[in-house]
């Protein structure tokens, strides 16, 4: 292994450190864990929303599929996710609207559908299956970073897997702050290593002119002793999908991405509505950049090397065509910039996997055990290890695409969380018989399309859930104000302040554990 790569990748460890030492005092609350405490600076969003959306998934996983499938994938993922992008800045108004936020997901479906349940069972099913989908975002960081770090290495892939514990524990243990500090630096890496990846990819095969001729050209197969590509299969549009798959997958990017439940997340972290707005308008312009260089190393990669070995998957050929044809240094930013983005995205979404174990199962399971936040941070960190260690481990196997990975998982929290979230915000009629039926009946539609082989999973789950959330809402009785006039109006009543805060207090026991007196404007509820 190069020098180069001693030094960068040395240098990229020292700052993980430095952060997560700096962010675990910053750490005073449950909430700063968990949100930043409400008050994440426009910077800090920009990045650590950047960073998320430039996962595995993307900067090896999109590449892979342009390899393997061509144009099409430009369809199916990058404009898809870019869809998703574009319409987040109008969810991330609403969620971040009222004055007491929540502060995870499925927290938030319990204040705007039941907020006056002791134990909401709205909360503890959105918390299940955030538990799940996350645990396979994180398994398949764990895949995308064993995999670079195999390449540049050489240690065995079932073994490198095993070095992504420590930079896990790094940059999760400080919470959200952690998470967004290094998010920002991974986000400024990814760019930078991408931007000169592209450029090496583009001198080694003669220019953009050449590769588009190359792509159009070729029948070679993907891997080694594979069925030869028809000539020009790559340029077309539907690709080696057809039109009915690459539209489930562009839904379920697209639609799918846009309600799930670590972007809920983030837009809780800013000040107030409009720095949680400008966070996602400025993320979709600084993804620009990062998706160009993608769809060129992706296409020239098929240009420089035609077939991949017999025993490597797509997901290999950025890390392989970076290192065969970038200079030392170059090949050395750009392989760190893929182990940023599996960092980048594997600490949110382990976080978001803890806090909904932690914070949203264990804790909602049992509202009158005293917490305090000391203890309580301490746990999360504990639930955040352990499932770390978890999802390295099922990752010794890996089972799918990377790229294919996140397409599932989008598709089911679309298709159960799309008519909740988009009706909640902005339908005042929407209540918890809705969000029930459609969360229900979206999640296991989507999982029996699948299984059956459906071209179209997220339609058959998305459209059933429609249908079901609406005849839950028409046919039982509207929801209190109480639960939706946060999210429309600019001022409150005291009732409805009294529901958040008591929320709230339920959650810290602040009122059990310390004994503290009542809230200011708290009334009783």
């Known amino acids: 292994m190069s020098i180069s790569y001693f030094v960068v990748f040395g240098g990229y460890l020292a700052f993980l450190t430095w952060t997560c030492l700096k962010s675990m005092k910053e750490v005073e609350s449950l909430s700063d864990f968990t949100t930043g405490g409400h008050r994440m600076g426009l910077l800090l969003g920009i990045g650590t929303s950047v960073a998320t959306w430039v996962s595995v998934a993307s900067v090896m996983g999109v590449p892979g599929q342009l390899y393997r499938t061509g ?76 995999i670079v770090f195999n390449t540049i290495t050489g240690i065995q892939y079932e073994y490198a897997i095993f070095a992504f514990l420590v930079l896990l524990a790094l940059t999760s243990l400080g919470g959200f702050w952690s998470v967004a500090a290094t998010d920002t630096l991974n986000a400024v890496l990814i760019l930078i290593g991408l931007a000169f990846g592209t450029g090496a990819i583009l001198y080694a095969s003669g220019g953009l002119g050449p ?53 809920i997340n983030r837009f809780m972290a800013p000040r107030n509505s409009k720095a949680a707005v400008l966070q996602m308008m400025w993320t979709v312009i600084a993804l620009i950049p990062i998706f160009l260089c993608l769809i060129v190393i992706g296409l020239g990669a098929k240009a420089l090397l035609p077939s991949l070995p017999a025993d490597k998957t797509t997901d290999y050929i950025m890390p392989l065509i970076v290192q065969n044809y970038a200079p030392p240094f170059v090949g050395a930013l750009t392989l760190i910039a893929l182990l940023a983005a599996a960092v980048s995205t594997a600490n949110s979404m382990l976080l978001n996997c803890g806090t909904s174990l932690y914070y949203d199962l264990y804790r909602s399971l049992y ?42 998982v989008y598709g089911a929290f679309g298709a159960a969380f799309m008519w909740p979230v988009w009706f909640g915000l902005f339908w005042k009629r929407m209540n918890r018989a809705g969000a029930y039926a459609g969360i229900i009946v979206g999640v296991a539609a989507f999982i029996a399309a699948k299984a059956m082989g459906a071209d179209n999973p997220f339609v058959v789950g998305a459209g059933l859930s429609l249908l079901a959330t609406l005849a839950g809402v028409f046919l039982s009785p509207a929801p209190p104000r109480e639960a939706y006039e946060a999210y429309f109006d600019a001022e409150v009543s005291p009732s409805t302040r009294a529901v958040a805060l008591r929320i709230r207090r339920e959650s810290d026991h602040a009122h059990e554990t310390h004994g503290a007196a009542p809230l200011a404007g708290e009334a009783k509820a």
């Not at 790559?234 to 690709?239: D, F, I, K, N, R």
């Open 367 to 408: 509202p009158d055990r005293q917490f305090d936040d000391e203890r309580a941070t301490r746990h999360l960190r504990y639930s955040v290890l352990v499932l770390g260690l978890l999802s390295v481990i099922s990752a010794i196997k890996p089972p799918v695409l990377l790229a294919m990975g996140f397409t599932y």
């Open 211 to 263: 590769i588009l001729d190359a792509v159009a050209t070729t029948t070679a197969p993907t891997n080694v002793g594979g069925e030869p590509l028809e000539p020009g299969i790559l340029l077309s549009p539907a690709g080696t999908f057809g039109w009915s798959v690459l539209m489930g997958i562009f839904m379920s990017n697209a639609l799918g991405a846009s309600v799930a439940p670590h972007w």
């Open 71 to 146: 144009v099409a994938a430009i369809i199916g993922w990058v404009a898809g996710w870019f869809l998703a992008t574009a319409v987040m800045p109008i969810l991330a108004y609403k969620v971040r609207r009222p004055e007491l936020p929540a502060r995870t997901f499925p927290e938030f479906i319990r204040m705007r559908f039941e907020p006056f349940e002791r134990i909401s069972g709205l909360q503890l099913i959105v918390a299940a299956l955030m538990l799940v989908g996350y645990f396979i975002f994180c398994h398949l960081q764990v895949v995308g970073f064993g």
